[in-house]
């Protein structure tokens, strides 16, 4: 929950790098909850705007996220951009996202595995 909390404090930090464990935490406690208003608004009905809601609310941090994942990579945060590609862009991304960042520093920053605080 620590790496989740830290991608919302940097709303909208476009800048620097992330690396992949600070991308992928974010990604699955926001997939979980994604999944659970989604289940929760089906059973209820009224849940959906809060389902709306949700989403818009972590549209911008996770944007800014994967810019910084893709900066860690020593890739421009535009190649975000290759998502529209159908199919092939999709997987090239995951490719990136996976893949382990620059070791030292690189064009856009430090190493953040150096920095974090969370191990």
């Given at each position: 929950m620590d790496w989740y909390m830290a991608v919302l404090?940097?709303?909208a930090q476009f800048d620097g790098r992330s690396r992949r464990k600070e991308y992928w935490m974010f990604t699955l406690v926001n997939l979980c909850i994604?999944?659970?208003l989604n289940v929760a608004s089906r059973a209820v009905g009224v849940l959906a705007f809060v389902n709306?809601?949700?989403s818009?609310?972590?549209?911008?941090?996770?944007i800014a996220v994967s810019i910084r994942r893709l900066h860690d990579t020593g890739k421009s945060g535009w190649f975000l951009l290759i998502a529209f590609v159908p199919v092939?862009?999709?997987?090239?991304?995951?490719?990136w996202m996976a893949q382990d960042g620059e070791p030292g520093t690189n064009q856009y920053g430090p190493n953040p595995k150096t920095e974090t605080a969370f191990a």
């Open positions: 404090q940097k709303f994604a999944v659970a709306l809601l949700y818009l609310a972590v549209l911008i941090p996770a092939l862009g999709a997987f090239l991304l995951l490719y």
